[in-house]
Nanobody
Framework: QVQVVESGGGLVQAGGSLRLSCAAS????????MGWFRQAPGNEREFVAS????????YYADSVKGRSTISRDNNKNTVYLQMSSLKSEDTAVYYC???????????????????????WGQGTQVTVSS
């Protein structure tokens, strides 16, 4: 079992920035690919960004591309999502997810599908005020 805990959400003004963090337990964190998803009220959960186990490949939804950066620190078992130029439409609960297939290769369509993730955190609320 992998425990996943997000942090860093909050209330921010439009145009501002936030950095979300996701800590995952497990000695094999270095082999996991990680993803961020979000869900706004009344909407389905949607892909935001993902990063492969090595950090060499990152993927972004068009809605956040150019405004967000996903990164990871395997020494800390942590993945980050830096978001800037925030908009009201970024308001959502943000979830971190773990794909536990060891050393999975790069594949955008695969990583943007939430059904390909095995463990999820409880989410952290991001609210952007206009």
């Amino acid at each position: 079992q992998v425990q996943v805990v997000e942090s860093g959400g909050g209330l921010v003004q439009a145009g501002g920035s936030l950095r979300l963090s996701c800590a995952a337990s497990g000695e094999t964190f270095v082999s996991y690919s990680m993803g961020w998803f979000r869900q706004a009220p009344g909407n389905e959960r949607e892909f935001v960004a993902s990063i492969t186990w090595s950090g060499s490949n990152t993927y972004y939804a068009d809605s956040v591309k150019g405004r967000s950066t996903i990164s990871r620190d395997n020494n800390k078992n942590t993945v980050y999502l830096q978001m800037s130029s925030l908009k009201s439409e970024d308001t959502a609960v943000y979830y971190c997810a773990v794909n536990r297939t060891p050393f999975h290769g790069p594949n955008y369509d695969y990583f943007r599908d939430p059904t390909n993730y095995d463990y999820w955190g409880q989410g952290t609320q991001v609210t952007v005020s206009s």
